[in-house]
């Protein structure tokens, strides 16, 4: 049995790393277990702050996704100064119009969410190892894995799509996306709204980003049908790009629940468990939200 820890959080990813983060920020012992998955969302995300632009309007979602947006300033600057990095969080949003025009949302913004999980796991512990086994004894939670076991007062699942492992009713939505290399000072621009998947790019530090196909899947590979249909979208929204050299092939697993709703609270059958997975295509956006959560939850349970 490994060392003793007061809060074990399963899950280095957009979810796991900013709970982490803030626990430790409020005074917690915190331990990051991460398994490295191939196909983990965060690597793939695109880093829209956008609850207009991806159907989240009239939705029970919506006030969340905005509670989201207020809080990430505040949030990079938390993790910006604690990691001496930059998060790249930016303002403003394009949509193109059908038959022409765009309108701009300057409150919507976009970040860089690979940055966000390097910056939140900055100063955190975080020992590689892949779950297995959460085992709920006399107070306290045994945490099994491949690497070792450990023993907490309180575990926080948020091993996205995985999390399906312990009972956690989730979903794969695999999304791809292409990096490509061309640079620009172009703001995010999303297609004119239609009946299939989103089409947007965006500057990022690493390469142009253009996203993102939906299909529901475990597999974790790029496929040339998607690079065809994202060449299109290229060519689309940003015309100059469509033959521009490929950076990456980006694939993640969106963690989605039957409802659209993510799962925030303590585990049916697991006491002491928390967990928070589920957070579909706005992961990024709702993470500070869900953090903050996290934290009241655990600190009712030490003080209970
Ligand atoms: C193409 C694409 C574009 C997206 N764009 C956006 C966007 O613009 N805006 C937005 O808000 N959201 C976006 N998302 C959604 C966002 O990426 C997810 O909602 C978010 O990453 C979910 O975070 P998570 O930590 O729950 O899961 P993940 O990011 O998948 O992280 C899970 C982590 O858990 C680890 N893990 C898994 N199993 C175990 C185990 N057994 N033991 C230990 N560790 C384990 C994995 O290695 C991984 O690091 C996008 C997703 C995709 C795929």
Redesign the pocket.
């Known amino acids: 049995m490994n060392r003793t820890w007061e809060v074990v959080v399963?899950?280095?990813?957009?979810?796991?790393?900013l709970v982490a983060f803030t626990l430790r920020r409020a005074g917690a012992r915190v331990l990051v277990?991460?398994?490295?998955?191939p196909?983990?969302?965060?690597?793939?995300?695109?880093?829209?702050?956008?609850p207009d632009g991806?159907r989240l309007a009239g939705t029970p979602l919506q006030a969340d996704a905005l509670d989201?947006l207020r809080r990430w300033p505040a949030l990079a600057a938390d993790l910006e100064r604690g990691s001496g990095a930059s998060v790249h969080l930016r303002s403003g949003v394009r949509r193109l119009q059908r038959g022409g025009g765009a309108q701009v949302t300057p409150g919507e913004g976009?970040l860089h969410?690979p940055s966000v999980?390097r910056a939140a796991r900055q100063g955190l512990e975080v020992v590689p190892?892949?779950?297995?086994g959460l085992r709920p004894e006399r107070g306290s939670v045994r945490v099994q894995?491949d690497t070792g076991e450990w023993r907490a007062a309180q575990v926080v699942l948020?091993?996205?799509?995985?999390?399906a492992?312990f009972g956690v009713a989730v979903q794969p939505?695999?999304?791809?996306?292409l990096l490509l290399r061309h640079a620009g000072p172009l703001e995010a621009v999303f297609g004119p709204s239609g009946r299939g998947f989103a089409r947007?790019a965006l500057s990022r530090p690493d390469g142009l980003y253009v996203?993102?196909?939906a299909r529901a899947t475990w597999a974790a590979d790029p496929d040339r049908q998607a690079a065809r249909w994202l060449r299109g979208a290229t060519q689309q929204l940003v015309p100059g790009a469509a033959q521009a050299p490929l950076a990456a092939h980006?694939?993640?697993?969106?963690?989605v629940t039957p409802d659209g709703l993510p799962r925030v609270g303590p585990h049916p059958a697991l006491p002491g468990v928390t967990v928070?997975?589920?957070?579909?295509?706005?992961?990024?956006?709702?993470?500070p939200v869900t953090a903050a959560r996290v934290l009241s939850l655990v600190q009712a349970q030490v003080s209970s």
Do not use: F
């Open positions: 399963v899950g280095g990813g957009l979810i796991g790393a277990l991460d398994a490295d998955r196909g983990a969302a965060w690597r793939a995300a695109a880093g829209l702050l956008s991806e989201g976009t969410p999980v190892a892949r779950v297995y894995a948020a091993a996205g799509v995985w999390s492992a939505q695999q999304g791809q996306a947007y996203g993102a196909t980006l694939v993640g697993l969106r963690p928070a997975a589920g957070h579909g295509r706005h992961g990024a956006l709702l993470a």
